[in-house]
């Protein structure tokens, strides 16, 4: 029976898939210190630790406390200290804080991943639809945390003043500045975006629907930064007549005057990245810009940030797993847009800010319970972003995805693709 269920697991996709999910996490985090895993930089980040136990604490709360497993907590206290936003689950530290938890220390972290595991995996066989479900669920919430995590530490090592690298790979060298955007056109009159129902998709991708476009085009490819050092060296961050109200409010206060993570130096501007600081790469992506610097840009450039349906009707029919993405720890970097023609940089390098609201579809539902809270409370205050950047785990996004943060947010891989109305 035993040799049965080993069969069983190794022959079944969605344990692959969990085994595989989880190793990811472990290897990025591979290379941290206890001290580096521990601290938070700033209240939207999270320490590389948390991440590590929440999205233990989702399979443990989730899967094996509430379908049927005969399953006892690791530690009681981690319900407490791990749960993030769901309200249904009772109380929880709070999220600005998380950096004060030095302990559990980051070994017994990894040791209750292991626990979790273990009583997962021996677990699926048996699950039912619904839990199998919660699984795959959990998986692609992974994938997020994932993502979460190398921006978070990034924007930790950002504020160090040796600028540490937590890997060391050598540089490709810069690639010429392209040649200016090309223009496409895009879909008009009524199209349909939304989940088509085939394969994994998180709640708030459907339901499918029309909606109708007016005549558009969208770039070739990324805004560059040698395209943003130019928006830079013309005053872009100090025009008020560039920018949304609230961006305006939101730059003075903040002192901003270039993307985040740029450093100008003796010798013109640098970038710090996962690899460290160096020279700005000018045919690379624009990353780390917030909704407001992108709207000032486009406009900047005569141009609009695209919609959400505009982008997703270009991108469907384009493959998702393209581009540069998030395959193993490594290096995890915007690079220049390969040759050719038509849309490029669809998916990967970095999320391309829209200038649609994230709001629920026609039709939308939440789902009942505790997973209800995943996406829908957070339809208020957040703008969309489509793609998938460098640091997306491969196979994670879609055309249909919805990417939302507020518009302020900027330590995340964020650029701009533009579109102009014909």
């Not at 941290?32 to 630790?49: E, F, I, R």
């Not at 991440?51 to 709360?61: I, K, M, P, Y």
């Not at 395209?227 to 560039?242: M, S």
Request: net charge negative; charged share 20%.
């Amino acid at each position: 029976m035993a040799a049965r269920l080993d069969q069983d697991r190794a022959v079944d996709p969605l344990a692959g898939l969990f085994s595989r999910t989880r190793a990811l996490t472990l290897a990025l985090a591979e290379p941290l210190s206890d001290g580096d895993a521990t601290v938070q930089s700033m209240p939207d980040a999270s320490p590389a630790k948390w991440h590590l136990a929440h999205t233990s604490w989702f399979f443990e709360t989730f899967v094996l406390r509430d379908c049927g497993t005969d399953h006892a907590p690791f530690d009681p206290s981690y319900h407490f200290l791990f749960n993030s936003y769901y309200e249904v689950e009772g109380e929880r530290y709070a999220r600005a804080r998380r950096g004060m938890i030095t302990r559990p220390s980051l070994n017994a972290v990894r040791a209750y991943r292991a626990h979790v595991d273990a009583a997962v995996t021996a677990a699926l066989p048996t699950l039912g639809n619904a839990a199998r479900t919660l699984v795959e669920l959990g998986c692609y919430h992974e994938a997020q945390h994932q993502e979460l995590l190398l921006t978070d530490i990034l924007h930790l090592f950002g504020e160090n003043p040796t600028t540490p690298a937590i890997w060391d790979h050598a540089r490709e060298n810069p690639a010429p500045v392209p040649r200016p955007v090309e223009w496409i056109e895009g879909r008009r009159g009524l199209v349909e975006i939304g989940h088509d129902g085939n394969g994994f998709a998180f709640d708030c991708e459907g339901p499918r629907h029309r909606v109708h476009l007016a005549p558009h085009a969208l770039a070739d490819r990324l805004v560059i930064n040698a395209e943003w050092r130019a928006f830079v060296d013309d005053g872009g961050y100090a025009r008020p007549e560039l920018w949304l109200s609230d961006g305006w409010v939101w730059v003075q206060a903040e002192g901003i005057e270039a993307p985040l993570h740029w450093r100008r130096g003796e010798n013109g501007w640098r970038q710090f990245a996962l690899d460290g600081l160096h020279p700005l790469h000018p045919a690379a992506p624009v990353s780390h810009i917030s909704h407001y610097e992108a709207d000032a840009y486009a406009r900047w450039a005569d141009a609009r940030l695209p919609t959400e349906a505009e982008w997703e009707a270009a991108a469907q029919g384009i493959d998702p797993a393209l581009g540069n993405q998030l395959d193993a720890a490594g290096p995890v970097r915007p690079r220049a847009a390969p040759a050719g023609s038509g849309l490029r940089q669809m998916f990967g390098d970095v999320w391309q800010w829209t200038g649609s609201a994230y709001l629920p579809y026609p039709g939308f539902r939440a789902a009942t319970g505790a997973v209800g809270e995943y996406n829908g409370k957070f339809m208020s205050g957040q703008m969309v972003l489509k793609g998938a950047s460098c640091a997306t785990p491969r196979g994670t996004s879609r055309a249909s995805y919805r990417n939302f943060f507020p518009p302020s947010t900027r330590w995340q891989f964020t650029g701009v693709r533009l579109a102009k109305d014909l």
